[in-house]
T-cell receptor, first 111, second 115 residues
């Protein structure tokens, strides 16, 4: 059963476009939600979200969490070809120390 | 963030053989995690390795197939035993970030192909 669901599964955009990636999860009481970027093998940490409604921002990337509706979004503005990657969402359940990952969104940015 | 290295970076192995993957961290960490990412799939936790105790395996993973060592606070190994083509995956170790609870950083990964 899928507890962390990401959408879309894949996305192709042109440079300069803005994209919104979605992550929804089932468990209401969780500790943290994390976003990672995976270009080759190793996921690179982007954001950790614990509080609803507070936006995390880093350059052209931003993310926000909605604990009431059980989802998070990752926004990328003015996309560049270097943003092409798989974006992974992961959740830490209560009482657990390991991350439970979603299926990922494969983003391709074409010139 | 912790600097994590893994060896080997990649390998091609014959079925029935075993491969040991090493994970080295530049600082002492309590917990280390081993994940597997099969082709086209997301990451799945294999086991959690604490220093001085047996690793804790997730459902579907057993010690005989994936023995883990954790001899000290900066090092761990994962062995993939009696390999089959279904074991072809990327294997990743991760650690919890110091001072940033709940944030995990990943090593560069080991890409394993089993023929």
């Amino acid at each position: 059963e899928d507890k962390v669901v990401q959408s879309p599964l894949s996305l192709v955009v042109h440079e300069g476009d803005t994209v919104t990636l979605n992550c929804s999860y089932e468990v209401t009481n969780f500790r943290s939600l994390l976003w990672y970027k995976q270009e080759k093998k190793a996921p690179t940490f982007l954001f950790m979200l614990t509080s609803s409604g507070i936006e995390k921002k880093s350059g052209r990337l931003s993310s926000i969490l909605d604990k009431k509706e059980l989802f998070s979004i990752l926004n990328i503005t003015a996309t560049q070809t270097g943003d092409s990657a798989i974006y992974l969402c992961a959740v830490l359940w209560p009482g657990a120390n390991n991350l439970f990952f979603g299926t990922g969104t494969r983003l391709t940015v074409i010139p | 963030s912790a600097v994590i290295s893994q060896k080997p970076s990649r390998d091609i192995c014959q079925r029935g053989t075993s491969l040991t993957i090493q994970c080295q961290v530049d600082s002492q960490v309590t917990m280390m995690f081993w994940y597997r990412q099969q082709p086209g799939q997301s990451l799945t936790l294999i086991a959690t390795a604490n220093q001085g105790s047996e690793a804790t395996y997730e459902s579907g993973f057993v010690i005989d197939k994936f023995p883990i060592s954790r001899p000290n606070l900066t090092f761990s190994t994962l062995t993939v035993s009696n390999m089959s083509p279904e074991d072809s995956s990327i294997y990743l170790c991760s650690v919890e970030a110091r001072g940033r609870a709940d944030t995990q950083y990943f090593g560069p990964g080991t890409r394993l192909t089993v023929l």
